[in-house]
């Protein structure tokens, strides 16, 4: 839990650019006016490079517009080169999030702001100014958090891969929320708000800890996803719930675990709320949380039970009782969505050729993604278009030119996604080949890449273990 310097620099340089947004709000930091005089005073050379930018990049929605270059900062680290301290991306092009991606080259325009306006001073000059806004967080989060771990009966060291981090921005409009899932990290930034927002704080931990449990049983939870029906009637839900009934099951189980952790008096009306607000496992979940609490296991291997515990006629029965609330609860700070990114040429074409692939009308998708090769600038863009013709070419049984197609894939950087699996059909059609060198080779690079799906890394698992032995 900290003042990330890098989100303080990029938040530094767009109020400096231009950014502002309910600039005259009195929960804004009072650090976020001297910024902006300090900037001001200075005046920087590349300043006006900024100031182009932000308004090339500036959203409608201020919170996107804000939510952007969060995603940017929390994807940058700082370094020292020989010029002086400069801002690089920690990770692979290729495993940018797309709204950092549309900001590309804004790493080199901090770097110069930074080291024009010696941000560096104003920030060591501030530092206590800085400590102090954290102070209001640390001890009821510290708290909550203890509170959870012993719940769930998960250690603090348990082995867990993964980091949650709390930022506090106290250069972004106040009263936001923005939470982001990087590898096994999340990280919550938090703006200036009247009230500590530990509500959010705790969710955003819960969510942290029991996501990765659930997604361990998969395949039992969509087994009762027929109650997601009636989801679909409660207006004040937000709609990634009505889409996603995992989703939907965590988010009712981190609701009804909150509930259970409040005062006895109070835990009925947290549940029958969370009911109301369409999470509609949140009774069930509440009700098998007391045998829970009476027995050792941790979460880790009591989720299971409860999950094949759900009577599906039984919540049936419950929830055609239910009246749901119209409209979403209203509170003070506002979590902000994911970011949104407007979809290229490129991108479009390639969507229409995964659509004529899934319609077997392959001569169409083979045309659309040749295009694709032409029309995109991105790498990774081409990387999923070559990876298009890679299937098409196996499809065609031309396993020389597949592999040499799913090696483009991973060369020019596709989605960690898309690359694991062109590994895994690499192996498989050099595997055939009789190549095991080879095919071992890029099934060892499929476990080997961050971010890859559970069901790659599964397929290369066994791909590798199904090597064939090379002849003598």
Known sequence: MEVNPHLFAVLAAINAAGYDTDLQSSANSPLRGQIRQWAGGRQPAVLSQLNEFYLAHRKQDPARDLSQYISFALCLEKIDAADGPEFRYRFRANELPPDVQELDGLEKLITRFYRETRLGDLIAANQATLDRALEPYHAPVTSALEQIDGYLRIPRLSGLKGNFYIYLDLLGAPNQIHMRSYGNDLYLVITPSPEPQIEYIKSA????????????????????????????????????????????????LVRAVDARMLPARTRASAVEQALREGFILAPFFAEALVDYEKQEQSMRFYLPIMIKAIDLKRETARLDAVTFNAAPRERKAKPVPAPVVEKSPAEITLEQAEEFWAQKSYDKAGELFRRVLTEANARAMKGRAYYGLARLAALNRDPRAAVDLFERTIAEGAEPQVSAWAHVFAGRLLDLAEDAPAARKHFESAL?????????????????????????
Request: aromatic fraction near 6%; charge should be positive.
């Open 205 to 252: 931990y819960l969510h942290f800890q029991i996501d990765p449990i659930a997604m361990r049983h998969i395949a039992d939870i969509e087994a009762k996803n027929s109650l997601i029906d009636f989801a679909l009637g409660a207006g004040g839900l937000d709609p990634q719930y009505k889409k996603d009934f995992a989703l939907l099951t965590v988010a009712s």
């Open 448 to 472: 080997a890449l961050p971010g890859a799906s559970p069901a790659a890394k599964k397929a290369a698992e066994e791909g590798l273990k199904g090597v064939r032995p090379p002849k003598p």
